[in-house]
């Protein structure tokens, strides 16, 4: 049977990745960074791009931080 109807359809997670890919994100605290993202086997890597500087982090430490702090490492 197929799905026609939205209520109750899901989207795989890279579909919803592909769609924050390469866009501009502000922070909290007014901090702009590119999000891009690869993936590893089953594991996905996320890319923070912010002031010139790539910094790559698994998914698991990106969902563990907020992104004012990722960006304050990135310093």
């Known amino acids: ?5 939205q ?8 579909t ?3 769609a924050k890919k390469g866009r501009t994100f502000v922070t909290p605290k007014n901090k702009e ?3 891009d993202y690869r ?4 594991s996905y890597i996320f890319i923070l791009i912010y002031d010139g ?3 790559q982090i698994k998914e698991t430490d990106y969902n563990r931080h ?3 702090e990722l ?3 990135m310093k």
């Open 71 to 73: 960006l304050e490492i």
């Open 33 to 35: 960074y590119q999000f």
């Open 7 to 14: 209520i109750g359809k899901y989207h795989r997670k890279d």
């Open 16 to 18: 919803l990745l592909d």
């Open 1 to 5: 049977m197929i799905q026609i109807n």
């Open 66 to 68: 907020s992104i004012d």
């Open 53 to 55: 500087k790539r910094m």
């Open 39 to 42: 993936k590893e086997g089953r």
